[in-house]
């Protein structure tokens, strides 16, 4: 009986001592293999933001789990656990799991999407859902904006990978119209020539493509001329704004003016009783409406009885 026991107890000790070195060699490889795929992925030149880990770290995560679990079951079954009956909970548990967490597991999979595809990037101008800003930080679970107002916008990734993202970065530059009117009467070749010479002295717009000016419409108080240019996204809102203060410093300079609408009402005596004075209030048959631009023709719209 004894023997038996002791039989036992050293065929136990032997399964233990095999265990603990599947576990030891498990935790050792998964280890390994963690830190192999963190630094495979980091080397991977796919629009990789320098710093930004999270990728790398949430998958090399993913790969020592998973040499982990491998490592257990062989541990418990070489102590004689029956894993069929644990792997069935554990199955059902991760079930119910996966269901109870479905919007948080949803973002988390759109974050996988977003880190590896790169829409955008930590830094990045972007629009996301109608709001404007800049990205200030991006995980897994969530995107972080901070709008031009200040205010910190947070995202859930399952919300932005699926809608519209427009990222005004990528490309490197952004385009600028300026539009302005100017006198009828004004010269529009030196109109359009002080359009060009504003832009090309500004050294942050780009060259290739070149400015251009153009006249674009005709409205009804003044000639609609338009400057087009381009610079980098991060020059943009201060460019637009220099170059519609300088150009109309250069305007004003060279006597070209800028006309606004402006109606004149003109009103004649009414016509009243014989030897009445004359009523300092016009009637409406002899009044008489004059809209002109300032600095333009005149047009005169008169209604009146002989």
């Excluded at 967490?101 to 974050?111: D, K, P």
Aim: charged share 20%.
């Amino acid at each position: 009986m004894i023997r038996e026991v002791l039989a036992a107890i050293g065929a136990f000790s032997v399964r233990l001592l095999v265990a603990a070195v599947i576990l030891a060699v498990t935790l050792w490889a998964a280890k390994r293999l963690s830190n192999f795929a963190r630094r495979t992925l980091q080397r991977v030149p796919h629009h990789h933001h320098p710093g930004d880990t999270t990728l790398s770290d949430f998958l090399s995560g993913i790969v020592k789990w998973v040499v982990i679990a491998i490592g257990l079951v062989a541990v418990l079954q070489q102590v004689g656990v029956q894993t069929a009956s644990v792997l069935a909970v554990l199955g059902a548990a991760s079930l119910a799991v996966g269901l109870a967490l479905q919007g948080t597991l949803s973002n988390v999979a759109a974050g996988v999407m977003i880190l590896m595809l790169r829409p955008y990037r930590i830094g990045d101008r972007v629009e996301l859902n109608g709001r404007s800003g800049k990205i200030k930080d991006l995980d897994l679970f969530h995107t972080t904006v901070t709008d031009y107002d200040g205010m910190t916008l947070v995202y859930p990734n399952g919300k932005v990978f699926g809608e519209l993202i427009i990222n005004v970065d990528t490309s490197g530059r952004r385009r600028i119209d300026l539009a302005f009117g100017v006198d009828y009467e004004n010269d529009l070749d030196l109109a359009l020539k002080l359009l060009l010479d504003c832009a090309d002295a500004d050294a942050r717009v780009l060259k290739d493509p070149a400015p251009w000016s153009r006249v674009t419409s005709l409205g009804d108080n003044a000639v609609n001329v338009t400057l087009r240019c381009w610079t980098t996204p991060g020059d943009w809102q201060d460019v637009k704004c220099d170059l519609i203060k300088v150009v109309k410093e250069r305007f004003e300079a060279e006597g070209l003016s800028f006309p606004f609408p402006q109606r004149v009402m003109i009103f004649g005596e009414a016509q009243g009783d014989a030897g009445a004075s004359p009523s300092p209030l016009a009637s409406p048959q002899s009044a008489t409406s004059t809209d002109r631009p300032v600095g333009g023709h005149a047009s005169t719209d008169r209604t009146g009885q002989a």
